[in-house]
């Protein structure tokens, strides 16, 4: 028959250069540029023991708040509003422009028909014509040499 005795726990400090629980421990620098001790942002403790409390959630108001979102689309309605009022306006500006510009285009043509008429009216063929009809010689070319008897 074998006796043995009951096992008893060893009281041994546990092992704090491990993870604990997945994250690196608190004591430890985050990098290594980081200078002076580590206490977490609060004076150093020298020796005396620091009760953490569970941090409390903070209360934060929301993003969009409902005064947000009925001033986000108030604003956004104007501008659109504003908008369509530009299109409109711009839309009627152009058809004033393109009206002018087809009642330039019209009287530049009838411009151009009288024009052409003048000319033949008053051109050198009519002219011409004109003065043989009343009598007159046709000098010729205007560059003769005119020679002068002494």
Known sequence: MLVTSPQTKKQVKPNRRVLSGGTPAQRKRKTIFQKGPITGGSSPTHGRRIHQDTPKKKRTLPAFTPWKV?????????????????????????????????????????????????????????????????????????????????
């Open 70 to 150: 009925i001033l986000a689309s108030f604003l956004i309605g104007v501008c659109g509003i504003l908008y369509i009022g530009h299109v409109f306006s711009t839309q009627q500006t152009l058809l004033e422009v393109q009206k002018l510009e087809a009642d330039y285009n019209k009287a530049m043509r009838l411009y151009n028909e009288q024009r052409l008429a003048y000319d033949r009216l008053v051109g050198p063929k009519e002219i011409y014509q004109k003065a043989q009809e009343k009598g007159f010689v046709n000098a010729g070319p205007a560059d003769q040499i005119i020679h002068l008897k002494p």
